[in-house]
């Protein structure tokens, strides 16, 4: 045999075992610190790390898994690792490092004393998000609660909500105040994303049918205000639809407020009666009849019900034990109805009650008398009677007419005259 393969092969005997001695050992005391970075080698913070290895103790598991830690700000964990070794056998020097983060997992194997200071975890399938939650105005606004995937959290003073995230498409859910608003992000690389949530100023205002403001209980994002001006105002509403209730002495009102579109409410109650005017008799073929003036006089009152209106009677003398009898009402005019009655028997007081209701339910009331006791008819001066004028009184002296006939003919006998007068003689 050529001696050099001879001693290539006595070499080889000698190193073989010495290589695999160095990958077992029977202790050791090892420290460094793990570095996860995300796919554009930048830190990951708040990632979970845990760390396996051979314990070297003769009971129990082989191996020792180390609680879940968390990366800091720098995306950073410091272990020291001291393992006393066992004297039943040699462990097993492989020290595998885990990290999570952003719905990923990533894996790195060390050996004992083989590897530098920092021990570097990339996560080459995960990227950074930032999602801004702002204003119209570009404002932010923090608090703001997040959803992406099955991630959650909250907006920062900046607006932002950070998150490390695995590459992919994820819904998401932004919520403020009343305005919420859903979608899907792509994630392939570092992204940046807004929502806006713009405001708008609303305003609710109570009063009645006169226009005098009232103090209403109004309900509105899960508070209630006591509205003692009739008036409520908020500069920043945020959502597309605001519910409301507004509650005067036991009326509930209901709705919603559309801030970008209809951002002002004004509620009106009517809570004045209508008003009677004057309730006159007369009669027509021999039945009587009420003309009745009645309206609703309020700028903003509702109106009258005219299917409402009603007319009860009954003959004196009556007391609460005598019923009340229907007459049939029908309107004449604008405000104006008219009342007829059955044949009354005459010589009598009937007593009546007029009622009516607005559209807002207020009810007025008013009673009254009547009589049908017969009246001398008026005299008629025209037809074929006559009444002859008495003969002027011998006293009367002489009448005008014939004075101012007088003088008409003296003033045109002057005038003759001095027309004569005044000819020339003929030949001059």
């Known amino acids: 045999m050529n001696l050099r393969y001879v ?38 913070s708040n990632a979970t790390v845990i760390v396996k290895y051979d314990r070297g103790q003769s009971f129990g598991d082989k191996y020792f898994i180390t609680p879940p830690k968390q990366t800091d700000a720098s995306g950073q964990i410091l272990y020291d690792i001291y393992n006393g070794g066992t004297n039943v056998r040699e462990i097993d020097c492989k020290i595998e490092i885990n990290a999570t983060a952003g719905g990923a997992d990533k894996s790195v194997t060390i050996e004992a004393g083989k590897h530098g200071p920092t021990v570097d975890v990339i996560m080459s399938d995960v990227f950074s998000l930032k999602f801004f939650v702002r204003d119209q105005f570009r404002a932010a606004l ?64 109570v009063s009645d049918d006169t226009g005098t403001p009232l103090p209403a209980t109004l309900t509105i994002f899960n508070k209630t205000f006591e509205m003692q001006d009739g008036h409520f105002e908020n500069e920043k509403t945020f959502g597309d639809s605001v519910p409301y209730t507004v509650n005067y002495r036991g009326i509930i009102t209901e709705g919603t407020i559309s801030p970008a579109t209809l951002p002002i409410v004004e509620l009106i109650y009517d809570i004045n009666a209508p008003l009677f005017g004057n309730i006159t008799p007369q009669t027509m073929n021999d039945r009587y009849q009420l003309q009745i003036e009645v309206w609703d006089p309020n700028e903003f009152a509702d109106g009258l019900d005219i299917s409402s209106m009603k007319m009860y009677y009954k003959l004196e003398p009556s007391d609460a034990t005598t019923p009340w009898s229907n007459a ?47 009246v001398a008819p008026p005299v008629n001066n025209t037809g074929n009677e006559t009444n002859p004028q008495p003969p002027p009184s011998q006293e009367q002296g002489i009448p005008l007419i014939y004075i101012l006939g007088g003088v008409i003919v003296l003033v045109l006998g002057l005038y003759l005259v001095f027309r004569m007068k005044s000819k020339p003689p003929a030949g001059a």
């Open 7 to 44: 001693a290539i092969f006595i070499l080889a005997i000698q190193v073989i075992p010495l290589v695999f001695a160095e990958t077992n050992c029977t202790g050791y005391h090892d420290m460094f610190t793990v570095n996860v970075l995300d796919g554009n080698l930048k830190p990951v």
């Open 142 to 205: 923090p608090n703001a609660t997040v959803n992406v995937g099955n991630y959650s959290g909250v907006t920062d003073g900046s607006g932002m909500y950070f998150k490390e995230i695995k590459e992919g498409v994820y819904p998401y859910f932004a919520s403020y105040v009343d305005a919420s608003q859903a979608g899907s992000i792509n994630i392939s690389n570092d992204t940046e994303f807004e929502v806006l949530f713009p405001h708008y100023r609303i305003t609710v205002d």
């Open 328 to 374: 049939v009402v029908y309107t004449t005019g604008r405000n104006k109805f008219t009342a007829d009655f059955p044949k009354l028997p005459p010589d009598s007081i009937v007593k009546f009650r007029a009622e009516v209701k607005d559209k807002a339910g207020n009810r007025a009331e008013k009673e009254g008398k009547f009589s049908t006791y017969a």
